[in-house]
């Protein structure tokens, strides 16, 4: 994904659905969302085809509004990844009893 791809996401109870570049869509499970340095990031848990969660890596996004006067947000790569690494080390702090986290 590059940096400047934007995703418009439609939530459905915690699974939310967004386009990738192709114009797939893909399901997520939201996990978080959290505040780092007055940016916010998601971070979601890919959704295989059978609605299981699929264990692997979570996906962590940038949170930005949309230029128009509605209440959608987009959400964009991040590619630093200084702050991929700090925004999930908050992640892992805050679920550290509920994941088994493997380094």
């Known amino acids: 994904m590059d940096e400047n791809e934007n995703f418009e996401g439609e939530e459905l109870d915690n699974i939310i ?9 893909v399901k997520f499970e939201f996990l978080d969302l959290i505040d780092y340095e007055d940016e916010e990031y998601i971070v979601l848990l890919p959704v295989t085809e059978e609605g299981e969660e699929e264990e692997g890596e979570v996906v962590i996004l940038k949170v930005e509004d949309t ?18 690494n700090k925004v999930f080390e ?9 994941f088994d986290f493997v380094d």
């Open 17 to 25: 659905i967004l386009n990738d570049e192709d114009g797939n869509e």
């Open 90 to 98: 908050i992640f892992k702090e805050r679920f550290k009893d509920d």
């Open 67 to 84: 230029d128009d006067d509605s209440e959608e947000e987009s959400y964009v790569s991040v590619e630093n990844e200084d702050t991929l």
